[in-house]
């Protein structure tokens, strides 16, 4: 079954890395992505910048041209940043631009419903957050007005849940990426997303795993093939998240 892997990164020390918080990460390159989902059908994914890549942009440029069709960047801006520079970025095939409240190295999240506005009026691109779900409450009447919003690692959070579940009824996509990060059952929150939005989840690898309890397994897909039907499955794994990024 073709998977679009819609969580990401690649660490290559060619380019500039920051330590965060204490933690500097292992090289992952292109190379290694490939290699590790080589026994699997990615036709395409998107590539996501860490807190320790903070506002680089040549490393993501760089493994776009290297992972080729399909493939694209999801990115951390300053809120000053040029419309000259954003449609050059998009030219590149950025298409989302990423607000890292739980680990920082991305725009201040006071930011966010400005600067969101902004990329999606100038080129479409949605944004995406890595939050805690229990701190969803503070920005939920930003997030339902904004176009195109989608929240990463089923939102980390059992007790922030019912929290990500509100959003997902006015239309927030959710990232079922991170399995490995989350203290609940994965496969129940999936259902619940589901049942209120059959387009709202989509799966990503999270590779290579970054700080996460446990890294990425091919059981995780497995996860989600035993747990819904076969449409559900083509829509989790693939659909959803391939009209999202490249429609």
Do not use: C
């Not at 903070?54 to 951390?76: E, H, I, P, R």
């Not at 000259?84 to 095939?93: A, C, R, V």
């Not at 920082?104 to 995406?128: K, P």
């Not at 904004?146 to 007790?159: A, F, R």
Request: no cysteine; aromatic share 10%; glycine share 6%.
């Amino acid at each position: 079954m073709k998977i679009f892997d819609t969580h990401l990164h690649i660490i290559d020390p060619k380019f500039p890395l920051y330590e965060n918080q204490g933690y500097m990460p292992d090289p992952f390159r292109s190379e290694d992505y490939l290699q590790t989902v080589s026994n699997l059908n990615v036709i395409g994914g998107a590539i996501v910048s860490g807190s320790f890549q903070k506002f680089d942009q040549t490393y993501l440029v760089n493994a776009l041209q290297t992972l080729g069709k399909n493939f694209v960047g999801v990115t951390q801006l300053p809120y000053d940043t040029s419309d000259d520079e954003i449609i050059k970025l998009n030219e590149k095939g950025v298409r989302a631009l990423r607000f890292n409240v739980n680990r920082g190295g991305s725009e201040d999240i006071s930011r966010l419903d400005n600067f969101a506005r902004r990329v999606y009026e100038l080129v479409n691109w949605h944004t995406e957050l890595y939050i805690n779900s229990n701190a969803l409450p503070e920005i939920t009447n930003i997030l339902e007005k904004l176009p195109k919003v989608s929240i990463d690692h089923l939102g980390l959070s059992k007790e922030g849940l019912p929290n990500l579940l509100t959003l997902v009824e006015k239309g927030i996509r959710v990232k079922a990426t991170g399995f490995g990060r989350i203290d609940f059952d994965a496969a129940e929150a999936m259902k619940a997303i589901y049942s209120i939005n059959p387009d709202a989840l989509m799966f990503g690898t999270d590779l290579p795993s970054t700080r996460a309890k446990i890294p990425f397994q091919y059981s995780d897909i497995e996860l989600i093939k035993n747990n819904f039907e076969e449409e559900a499955v083509k829509k989790i794994l693939y659909k959803n998240a391939f009209d999202w990024y490249l429609e």
